[in-house]
T-cell receptor
Framework: DAMVIQNPRYQVTQFGKPVTLSCSQT?????MYWYQQKSSQAPKLLFH???????NEADTPDNFQSRRPNTSFCFLDIRSPGLGDAAMYLC?????????????FGPGTRLTVL | GDSVTQMEGPVTLSEEAFLTINCTYT??????LFWYVQYPGEGLQLLLK?????DKGSNKGFEATYRKETTSFHLEKGSVQVSDSAVYFC????????????FGKGTKLTVNP
């Protein structure tokens, strides 16, 4: 089945130690998104790629970076994780960047910062 | 700006009860409307969507109708099951804006046997 895969499902890191989260998709979608979701809150969009074009949200901290080496893969890099970065990180894809398109979400990576 | 206001929970129902979760929106343009569901420890799944006024989205017994006159997209189900226990998010996306999803705060539903 075509799907969005996130690895690992659970990630533990230390305060200030860089961490990378991975997302892959078999849908061949043009757009890939990264969201941060804290406990009992709605997902918050960090950035997205439209093909190779990176689009950052205005309030995304510089501590968060992303790479998309090819259509299938996208990475979220947290350069110096703080305690406040502990959250669920969700990757999503959509075929195109139009309002009627459905976004397909992966299962998420839960990040713990010690 | 664009925003979604949805009924805050938590909502607790008995099995086979009728469910309504209210959702209203404000949009600068013509939005598409979505309901996503999140089961414990998982990502979001699309439950249903509607892309123009008076459209009815439906899936797994859930329904919602796009009401432009009342700017609403209320979620309903006639008879809930224990397996429907989850968090439900109403969301919109506006063409010509950022096309990004704007979520409501989510409503946690618990269905007891």
């Amino acid at each position: 089945d075509a799907m969005v895969i996130q690895n690992p499902r659970y990630q533990v890191t230390q305060f200030g130690k860089p961490v990378t989260l991975s997302c892959s998709q078999t849908l061949n979608h043009n757009v890939m998104y990264w969201y941060q979701q804290k406990s009992s809150q709605a997902p918050k969009l960090l950035f997205h790629y439209y093909d190779k074009d990176f689009n950052n949200e205005a309030d995304t901290p510089d501590n968060f970076q992303s790479r998309r080496p090819n259509t299938s893969f996208c990475f979220l890099d947290i350069r110096s994780p703080g305690l406040g970065d502990a959250a669920m990180y969700l990757c999503a894809t959509s075929r195109d960047r139009v309002s009627t398109d459905t976004q397909y979400f992966g299962p998420g990576t839960r990040l713990t910062v010690l | 700006g664009d925003s979604v206001t949805q009924m805050e929970g938590p909502v607790t129902l008995s099995e086979e009860a009728f469910l309504t979760i209210n959702c209203t929106y404000t949009a600068t343009g013509y939005p598409s409307l979505f309901w996503y569901v999140q089961y414990p420890g998982e990502g979001l799944q699309l439950l249903l969507k509607a892309t123009k006024a008076d459209d009815k989205g439906s899936n797994k017994g859930f329904e919602a109708t796009y009401r432009k006159e009342t700017t609403s997209f209320h979620l309903e189900k006639g008879s809930v099951q224990v397996s429907d226990s989850a968090v439900y998010f109403c969301a919109l996306s506006v063409q010509g804006g950022s096309e990004k999803l704007v979520f409501g705060k989510g409503t946690k539903l618990t269905v007891n046997p």
